[in-house]
Each structure stands twice: as structure tokens, then as C-alpha cells.
């Protein structure tokens, strides 16, 4: 399966911003321009979390979650605070392809068990934000909240438990990693990837090239999230495809018909 | 008019979005009453078999499905789960379904994760009207943990490989279908859907321009 290159559009007030270690926004630009020119650009989906969205104008959400599907045709997922079913759905029918479920997850695992009855667990993307206790601790725990809140919940416990219940693959953040620039936590990662059979977004701490194969390579990710590496022009889509191809690991990038470059 | 049903818990409002980014005419479907005049059909589909054929069921629309299939011929297209279900069987929940086509739904096994998310290659295996401008092999994105497993070679209209190779399109008659959501799949899949659309009798305006997806 070729990897998958993500560019995450955090949004607040109807603007992409950019977090730094999940505090200090620093707006960047519209969602809608920025999604339909990384489309454009190749990536293989979208994934627009709307921060604080319990204090944003949930009609607002919709609206441009509706104006971006309507401009793009690869993969929208939404996430960012969705607490109840009825949220859920106004995204479905919004046009989202899926959706992205964190805090609310962990306060109620039956959310997780509706939504897969209700919609089918392919298109339920569980977000976990995840730290090490203390540097010289064993494991990882899970953060909700935006990463403020601590919830004594062991990572891996938490992954099978999901896995179990029906979620179609993880979004894994490292809060330590997040924003630094000096790479995915791939121990983490490879420790989630190889405990569950659901494919795992890596996401935190992207800043060079080669930090993308390797959380494919070490960390077995099998996509890889980015945004203000991405929102800033550091890397375009392509220069992160390329580099993963030069490392052997498979990326639609290339014409499967002449061999071609095509993006 | 091309008819997209809707059963709530389906993902008709994408495929929706991608025929009217393409200028053509489309609504959404939910009765039988409402079947009776489209040209063509399209079952788009996510969540589980069983729930499906649950909604399909409530709604009443299998009769009126099978008589503008087998009866009028009416081209239909059905996506993912709108896939599977019209097999014999899915082994997700040991579910029964349509039965329109000879075969099983199996799931994926071996060395690979589950579900198969992301874009993969589908290799066609001959000419149709229904891949009109699409190359032999193209990208298209896919979302599942089950495949079918048609009885009958000749109905495979397309593979791809996923630990093992499994059947990504079906052809038979009026009836299409695809593994892969073609709604999702950027030019190529807007491509097949405008296809059908033609194939369908679907109107469309004369500006083909003026829409651009990625």
C-alpha cells in the first residue's frame, strides 16, 4: 500500500493556525486555499481539526467543512471536539469521508461503539495524544484535551481497546514531539503500529525530510501527518513523496502507466 | 437523472458533491416511488453489510431495485459496500445479501493492516465504455476489510493487490461496480463517475470547465 502524505489544517476562527506544542496559535491562512492547493499538489487526504471547536461557531465548522469538500475530491477527515453522534452526522453530511474522535473517546468509549454501528468503523479515525510520563518512565499515557489534560490511561491498552471496539486506524501525536521539528516519536509509533493491526498516522514533530521515512521506516507509520512544514513552504507534498520513493517506500507519485513522474 | 440513494448512514452526500462538481444532474433517492423515473443508480456505501442491507430493507427499495436492474436495465453503479452487498454472502456479521451476483465477501487475512485505507492501483482488464479516457492502471482510493469474491471470472473488471490480488470492479450487464471509493479518487475516479454518468443518460450542462477537482 503506497504511504500515505497528510497535511493537517488545524483551524480556529475560520483560519488555518499553526500550534506549538498544543499552545500559542499563530494564524496562517484560509482552510479552503490551503486545502485545495495541497490537493492539488498530490496530497493523498486531508485532515482539518478545528481547535476549541466546543467555542467556535459549530455552524461555521460546517460551512467551510462543506465549501472545502465541495472544491476537493480526495479524503476529508474532521475532527476537533466532536463530542456526540449528532455532531458526527452534520459532518457526514457535510461531505467529510471521516471523522477524527480524541477527548470525547476517552470520557465516553461508547461514542466510538455508536459511531461504528451507525457509520462503519473504516470511516472512524481515533486521535490519541500521547506523552511519556517521565523521561525515564516505561510506556506512554494518553492526554486529552488538547494534550493539557492527563488521563492515566496506558497508550497501548487504550489502541486495542479501540481496535477492539471497530475504529478504522489511529491518529497518533506526540505532545513531546509536537512543534519541536526534531522528528516523530517513532518508538512510540512503532510500538502502536506493531501492537495493532490498523494502519497509524504519524503526527508531531516533522521539521526535515528524512523524518518522514523515517517514521515509515522505524516507526512502521502508515501515513504521515504534517502542517506548518507544509503551510510554511519548508516542503511541498512532492519533495516529501520524492524523498520517500528515493528511500524505496511506496508513494502515489508516479504515473503507473509510463513511469513518469505525474504530480 | 442519475439517483443517488440515500439510506442516512451512507455516504451519498460525497458522492453528491462529486457529480454536481462535475455538472451533472443528481439527487438524492430514498424511496421506491422516487426510483421509478432515474436513468441510472448509484449505491454508494460504508459501515457494515448487514446495516445496509437493514436500511435497504426498511426503505423498501429491493424490489423496486431489482426491477430497474434485471427489468429495465437501468445502468447502476455501486460503490464499497453498495459493492459487496451484491453478493451472495459477506462474511462480515455472516450476512446474506442481494444475491444479484454469484459469490462471497470475504476478509482481508495475512501480513497486512486492516483495514486497507489509503490509494492503491487497479489494474483494468479490458475495455469498457464505463472507463472511457482512464489508462490500464490507475490510482483510486480505498476504504475496506472485506473483498468480493465473484463466482464468475468474467465479471471482474479490474484487480489490485492487497496481500493478495482481489477484484476492485465488477461489470455485468447494467450492473457496475467498484471496491474503491471513486468519489474520493481525484481526477481518475471523477473520470469513471463521469463515465457512468454518460452511460446513465445523465444530463449535463455544456461548460465542462468551469469545475476543476483535485
Known amino acids: 500500500m503506497n504511504v500515505r502524505v497528510i497535511p493537517c489544517l488545524d483551524v480556529k476562527d475560520g483560519r488555518v493556525v499553526k500550534g506549538v506544542n498544543f499552545e500559542g496559535v499563530r494564524e496562517v491562512g484560509d482552510p479552503v486555499a490551503f486545502g485545495k492547493h495541497y490537493a492539488q499538489e498530490g496530497a493523498d487526504e486531508l485532515v482539518f481539526l478545528s481547535i476549541a471547536a466546543a467555542q467556535e461557531d459549530w455552524t461555521r465548522v460546517l460551512s467551510l467543512v462543506k465549501t472545502l469538500t465541495s472544491q ?5 477527515t474532521v475532527g476537533g471536539g466532536l463530542a456526540t453522534l449528532g455532531q458526527v452526522e452534520e459532518v457526514f453530511a457535510a461531505g467529510a469521508a471521516k471523522v477524527s474522535i480524541s477527548s470525547a473517546a476517552v470520557k465516553n468509549p461508547d461514542l466510538l461503539t455508536q ?7 473504516e470511516r472512524l479515525v481515533l486521535a490519541v495524544d500521547a506523552k511519556r510520563p517521565a523521561p525515564a518512565a516505561a510506556g506512554w499515557e494518553v492526554y486529552i484535551n488538547g494534550g493539557m489534560t492527563p488521563t492515566g490511561l496506558d497508550l497501548l491498552t487504550w489502541v486495542a481497546q479501540a481496535e477492539q471496539i471497530g475504529v478504522g486506524e489511529i491518529l497518533l501525536t506526540s505532545i513531546d514531539a509536537d512543534g519541536t521539528q526534531d522528528g516523530y516519536d517513532c518508538e ?18 516533522a521539521g526535515k525530510l528524512e523524518h518522514f521515512r523515517e517514521a515509515v521506516q522505524k516507526g512502521k507509520a502508515a501515513a504521515v501527518l504534517a502542517a506548518s512544514l507544509f503551510h510554511f513552504g519548508t516542503y511541498s507534498i512532492r519533495e516529501v ?11 502515489r507519485l508516479y504515473n503507473l502507466n509510463s513511469g513518469q513522474v505525474w504530480l | 437523472m442519475i439517483g443517488v440513494i440515500d439510506y442516512k448512514a451512507g ?28 436513468t441510472g443508480i448509484i449505491l454508494p456505501g460504508v459501515g457494515s453489510a448487514r446495516a445496509t442491507m437493514d436500511s435497504l430493507r426498511e426503505l423498501r427499495l429491493i424490489p423496486a431495485l431489482e426491477e430497474k436492474v434485471f427489468g429495465e436495465k437501468t445502468p447502476f453503479l455501486g460503490i464499497c459496500i453498495g459493492m459487496q452487498i451484491l453478493m451472495e454472502y459477506s ?19 495475512g501480513a ?16 469498457d ?15 475496506n476489510s472485506y473483498y468480493v469474491r465473484p463466482a464468475a471470472e468474467e465479471v471482474v473488471l479490474a484487480t489490485t493487490n492487497y496481500g493478495r490480488e482481489f477484484c476492485s470492479m465488477l461489470a455485468w450487464g447494467p450492473l457496475y461496480a467498484t471496491q474503491f471509493h471513486t468519489e474520493k479518487s481525484g481526477a481518475a475516479g471523477l473520470q469513471l463517475l463521469k463515465n457512468f454518468a454518460l452511460l446513465a443518460g445523465g444530463e449535463r450542462d455544456a461548460d465542462e470547465t468551469s469545475h476543476c477537482l483535485f
Open chain 2, 112 to 127: 497486512v493492516r486492516i483495514p486497507q485505507m489509503g490509494w492503491n492501483e487497479v489494474a483494468f482488464r479490458r475495455r
Open chain 1, 188 to 205: 512510540m509509533l512503532r510500538a502502536v503500529s506493531e501492537h495493532v493491526k490498523l494502519p497509524v498516522i504519524a503526527s508531531g514533530g
Open chain 1, 241 to 251: 513523496k520524492e524523498d520517500l520513493a528515493a528511500a524505496g517506500i511506496p508513494v
Open chain 2, 91 to 109: 462474511a462480515e456479521g455472516e450476512t446474506p445479501c442481494l444475491g444479484w451476483l454469484k459469490g462471497r465477501v470475504e476478509r482481508f487475512d
Open chain 2, 129 to 143: 465504455p464505463i472507463l472511457a479516457n482512464l489508462k490500464e492502471k490507475e490510482y483510486f482510493y480505498f476504504v
Open chain 1, 72 to 76: 476537493i475530491s480526495i479524503p476529508l
Open chain 2, 11 to 38: 455516504n451519498a452526500p460525497s458522492v453528491l458533491n462529486a457529480l454536481r462538481a462535475l455538472n451533472i444532474k443528481a439527487e438524492l433517492v430514498s424511496t421506491p416511488e422516487a426510483l421509478r423515473p432515474l
Open chain 1, 115 to 121: 459511531v461504528v454501528k451507525r457509520f462503519g468503523g
